[in-house]
């Protein structure tokens, strides 16, 4: 069993950065996959990034592809997404997730592939 605590969400200006974190609990976490996810009000839950168990392999969202950055690091049980120059269409509920596999290979962007989430960080940004 994987526990996901999130935090780090809040309000920021277009243009600004920040980073949220994902806590885990449990003994499989250096050998999980990770992946972060985010909902906005009346849509559905969309694939932001993942990154492998060893912190070597990553995949992103074209949406966010250059601007944001996802790392971990298995002593602490923690993954991190580093968001810059965000912009008001980021604006959402960001879910951690956890995979009991250890690499990216399959479909990673869907929601099924993920077997542990979090409650999610709130993330706003003002224009």
């Known amino acids: 069993q994987v526990q996901l605590v999130e935090s780090g969400g809040g309000m920021v200006q277009a243009g600004g950065s920040l980073t949220v974190s994902c806590a885990a609990s449990?003994?499989?976490?250096?050998?999980?996959?990770m992946g972060w996810f985010r909902q906005a009000p009346g849509k559905e839950r969309e694939f932001v990034a993942a990154i492998n168990w060893g912190g070597v392999v990553t995949h992103y969202a074209e949406s966010v592809k250059g601007r944001f950055n996802i790392s971990r690091d298995n002593a602490k049980n923690t993954v991190y997404l580093q968001m810059n120059d965000l912009k008001p269409e980021d604006t959402a509920n960001y879910f951690c997730?956890?995979?009991?596999?250890?690499?990216?290979?399959?479909?990673?962007?869907?929601?099924?592939?993920?077997?542990?989430w979090g409650q999610g960080t709130q993330v706003t940004v003002s224009s």
């Open positions: 997730a956890a995979s009991s596999r250890g690499t990216l290979i399959g479909a990673v962007v869907t929601t099924r592939h993920w077997d542990y």
């Open positions: 449990g003994r499989t976490f250096s050998s999980s996959a």
